[in-house]
């Protein structure tokens, strides 16, 4: 007996050799039927023998193609009509029902074959992709997902990329970005004295590297400025010219087993340097040298695995240059001057990477949406959720309603967000700098027509500031729609909560540390205890404010900092202490008297100064090149202690009903064992426990009070290792259970995600 079901598939399903791979299946099984692309995924006809199907739709879920990601499968019945085979059919797009766009992903092992192999008409050619691998997301121009709407629109493609293209059981076949030698993009050199094309542009390319010259390379998500690791020189100079301080670079090597001489690879850093999303992992390092010339002051570097054919034929032997090698490892920083966004065109890097690059790699395969590497702590912590993870959707909690959220101004990402789906953008950077707010508004307009999503309401952070949420007022005025505000603390630990898909109903005792956020009484607050959900959280706790002079002035200076927190401990200020040792006496006198009268001041509960003031008085750092610089840095020297030693910690009272955690006791005694010769490593391995210490005897307190045992931890400063994992530790030894971040960024590049949670849990639910 024959029966025919229809069948939708909902997912990341087009664009990942989804129809040929239903095609086969339906072939092997001996059913009959269709199978198209539609605006909501892809939908299948079969009709044959109720066993054969249920075979079929079981199948469909288990073997579908590496790129795909199927979320769900809902089967209905029809009429059996006369059928004679199984066949693809024209996309059918409708109305406007949202649907996925695949990431983009590294070169898959096959593609790379076909680089290496002399014999095939792909040899050594730069942008071979096929359905299960390449760029996605940086090349759609709309949807649905076909030649024409990507940035490979304008290249013919040839009788054999054709041939390939149509046939059913090629690995390209429907392989949107497909292209060889005679059909596709192609590279140029340009440098000062030449010009150079194909595969002479690369061998010029190894050239000036191996001579030490800064190379600006256009790749998957924009460019890259590249150097040789293994040349000091080199690194220094990009350094300089990219006035980037010591800020640490990301280290390019061509696979994970290549990178097992620079970091040490177990399985799982292995697994992740692999992933087709194959992001920047910090690692333990083993190159000390190599290290301390692309991450000084650290124990950790940011690795990545060549992850198109383009830059992993930067490491292999180029055919023109007989007995020349080629580097081992390259240094790969994103190319962009400051905070202004990545380069993405032949013009804009020409123009504004002038100054930083001797030579230049272009490509003519343009980029829609720029994207930058992703970064990931080795424990699987998402520290930048960008090129490989974006635009897939994350599973909110509950419905929302068609909404767009904005982040807060650092490390900004923007979230658009409708039914159960949220869709978390790329990274786009610090919106305080124009170019950068504009690329927000680009980013929030080309991926909400991708997503087909007008938002209702526009969510953004409470701060007057923010130039992010001015522009949501204005955008939200000429859309229509609604302006919501959460607190930004709130919104970290609605990021948390909605991560692990967190009930609406079930409050938690969030610990929410960070630099700097806009509090609900207008103060500066980052070192927050809140209790609640999505709806609404109450501020149970907090560090003890100290006055930050100068305000955002003392970010960039850990040592003024420091001033403040030992005058509100009482410290006795002499001149052997070392942030006063690095001052001079006017800027000692300056601080000295705004801290008095309160001039110039602005109140802070802030945990990440408080980790700047510790830096500062260990002598590990006194003024900062980049956010968070004195705390990573400080972590660095805590890893180096070789005992869990401890102290008096925090102060913990209660004051009318709010726990306020004091660090005075415990500054005071850094200060003591400091002067007594106590080695920094030790102390600053004490500041992590007392932290952790101080989080666990708050959660008891708080506990004892609402029956609460569940607890999260959230917050830029939870990037930090040793700090999460003695919190999460010493919690869960005491009876807690503890959500961490594994799936957005606990640091503000998270911050829409839980934005859109608070929005959805007030409206939609
Ligand atoms: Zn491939
Ligand atoms: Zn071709
Ligand atoms: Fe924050």
């Not at 998402?382 to 068609?402: D, E, H, K």
């Not at 991926?447 to 001015?470: A, C, F, K, Q, W």
């Not at 008096?648 to 415990?666: N, S, Y």
């Not at 259970?737 to 957005?744: D, I, N, P, Y």
Request: proline letters at 6%; hydrophobic letters at 40%; charged letters at 20%.
């Amino acid at each position: 007996m024959l029966t025919r079901r229809g069948i939708r598939v909902t997912g990341v399903v087009q664009g990942v050799g989804f129809r040929p791979f239903v095609h086969g299946l339906a072939h092997s099984l001996g059913l009959t039927g269709l199978v198209g692309n539609d605006d909501a995924g892809v939908f299948i006809e079969v009709q044959g023998t109720p066993a054969e199907i249920d075979k079929f739709i079981f199948r469909l879920r288990g073997e579908a193609p590496p790129l795909a990601r199927v979320e769900a499968i809902d089967v209905f019945n029809l009429e059996c009509i006369k059928a004679e085979d199984f066949v693809i059919v024209d996309s059918r797009f409708t109305d406007g029902s949202v649907t996925t766009v695949p990431p983009d992903s590294s070169v898959c092992e096959q593609c790379w074959r076909d680089v290496q192999d002399p014999a095939n008409r792909r040899y050594r050619y730069p942008f071979t992709t096929c359905t299960h691998c390449g760029p996605r997301y940086t090349l759609i121009t709309g949807l649905p997902y076909d030649r024409p709407q990507t940035t490979m629109a304008g290249f013919t493609m040839c009788d054999d990329c054709t041939a390939e293209y149509t046939d059913v059981t090629d690995r390209r076949f429907h392989a949107q970005p497909i292209a060889c030698g005679a059909c596709g993009p192609s590279l140029q050199f340009v440098s000062d004295s030449s010009e150079l094309y194909a595969d002479a542009a690369l061998g010029a390319t190894l050239d000036a590297l191996e001579a030490g010259e800064i190379v600006a390379i256009k790749g998957v998500g924009g460019y890259h400025l590249a150097c040789d690791a293994d040349n000091p020189g080199a690194v220094r100079r990009l350094r300089e010219r990219k006035g980037r301080g010591n800020k640490p670079f990301a280290v390019m090597l061509p696979t994970s087993a290549a990178a097992d001489a620079v970091v040490h690879v177990d399985e799982e850093l292995r697994e992740l340097l692999d992933s087709r999303e194959s992001p920047i992992v910090l690692a333990p390092a083993r190159d000390s040298a190599l290290v301390a010339s692309v991450a000084p002051g650290q124990h950790r570097v940011g690795i990545m695995v060549a992850y198109s054919p383009l830059h992993r034929l930067l490491f292999e032997p180029h055919p023109d240059r007989a007995n020349l090698g080629q580097p081992r490892a390259l240094v790969m920083t994103s190319g962009n001057v400051a905070d202004e966004p990545i380069c993405t065109t032949s013009i804009e890097a020409q123009e504004r990477l002038a100054h930083i690059a001797d030579a230049f790699l272009h490509h003519d395969r343009g980029i829609h949406v720029a994207c930058d590497d992703s970064v990931i702590a080795e424990t699987g912590q998402p520290i930048r959720r960008s090129r490989g993870y974006t635009p897939m959707p994350l599973t909110m909690p509950f419905s929302a309603p068609p909404l767009l959220a904005l982040g807060g101004e650092l490390k900004t990402t923007v979230c658009l967000a409708q039914g159960e789906r949220a869709w978390m953008s790329q990274h786009i950077g610090d919106t305080a700098n124009v170019e950068t707010l504009t690329l927000l508004e680009r980013t929030a307009s080309t991926l909400g027509e991708l997503l087909r999503i007008s938002p209702d309401v526009v969510v953004t952070d409470m701060h007057p500031g923010y130039l992010s949420r001015r522009w949501g007022i204005t955008r939200a005025h000429e859309i229509g729609a609604q302006v919501m505000e959460v607190q930004h603390h709130h919104a970290h630990l609605a990021s948390l909560l909605a991560e692990h898909e967190w009930p609406a109903d079930e409050p938690v005792i969030g610990f929410t540390f960070d630099g700097t956020g806009f509090g609900a009484d207008g103060d500066i607050w980052g070192g927050e205890i809140l209790v609640g959900g999505y709806l609404n959280v109450s501020r149970m706790g907090h560090l003890a404010p100290v006055l930050l002079p100068g305000g955002d002035a003392a970010v960039k200076r850990p040592a003024r900092t420091a001033l403040a927190h030992l005058l509100q401990a009482g410290v006795n200020l002499s001149d052997d202490l070392p942030p006063l040792a690095d001052m001079n006496a006017t800027e000692r006198s300056v601080v000295t008297s705004m801290l008095a009268t309160g001039t110039h001041c602005t109140p802070t509960t802030s945990m990440g100064r408080l980790f700047d003031a510790v830096s500062s008085l260990l002598d590990v750092r006194h003024s900062s090149d980049y956010e968070g610089q004195a705390a990573i840095e400080l972590e660095a020297m805590a890893e180096l202690a070789d005992s869990e030693a401890v102290g008096p910690g925090f102060a913990l009272a209660d004051h009318e009903g709010v726990l306020i955690a004091d660090p005075a006791p415990l500054l005071v005694h850094i200060v003591d064992s400091a002067r007594t010769g106590a080695s920094p490593p030790e102390l600053a391995r004490m500041f992590h426990n007392a932290i952790a210490d101080m989080v666990v005897a708050a959660a008891e307190r708080i506990s004892a009070e609402t029956g609460i045992r569940m607890v999260g931890l959230t917050g830029g400063v939870f990037a930090n290792r040793i700090l999460e994992a003695q919190c999460q530790g010493r919690l869960e030894a005491s009876g807690f259970a503890v959500l961490v971040h594994r799936l957005v960024p606990p640091n503000d590049g998270g911050l829409a995600f839980g934005q859109a949670a608070v929005a959805a849990a007030k409206l939609g639910g």
